[in-house]
């Protein structure tokens, strides 16, 4: 399940390269707002995808696994948002922000049903569950990935 869990973050790293690549390349016929939007919405989903595979490899309880996961919303935020201005930047830290601490949260409700108020009897479905999720997560990241470059094909 790790080595699952792990590769599919390796490949969700790479999404994200792969976006700051193409956005980075075509910085200079975007637009403000295009760039600002687009900026957005990489630093939002990217992280929350992240820190939630993150979380279900690295699920101990512990705090500093959540500041680890705030940490990569932060530098995501960062990179993404150096594409549509300085002044963007803090837009893009606080939607990586929130898109990690959001990611965290989904990834320990998948964890640990309990949280949630349901009893242990659905354990069986922790594993199916992961995949599930993990799987929805990364065709997330590929069909922004796919947006933002089938829009910049456009220009």
Same mark, same amino acid.
């Given at each position: ?10 490949? *969700? ?55 680890? #996961? ?21 837009? *893009?830290?606080? *939607? ?19 949280? #949630? ?11 199916? *569950? ?8 990364? #065709? ?16």
């Amino acid at each position: 399940m790790k080595v699952y869990l792990i590769s599919i973050f390796i490949v *969700n790293v790479v999404v994200v390269i792969q976006t700051y690549r193409v956005l980075r390349r075509k910085r200079k016929w975007l637009g403000e707002h295009y760039a600002m939007t687009s900026s957005i919405v990489s630093s939002g989903i990217f992280s929350l995808t992240l820190s939630m595979l993150l979380r279900f490899f690295l699920f101990d309880g512990r705090t500093s696994d959540t500041i680890i #996961c705030v940490l990569i919303g932060v530098v995501i935020g960062i990179v993404f948002g150096t594409i549509a201005s300085f002044q963007a930047v803090l837009g *893009n830290i606080f *939607n990586g922000i929130m898109g990690s601490l959001t990611g965290t949260m989904v990834g320990v409700m998948i964890s640990s049903p309990s949280l #949630c108020g349901l009893s242990n009897d659905l354990f069986f479905l922790l594993i199916p *569950n992961i995949i599930k999720l993990s799987l929805f997560g990364t #065709c997330v990241m590929f069909f922004t990935l796919w947006t933002i470059v089938h829009s910049l094909s456009e220009r």
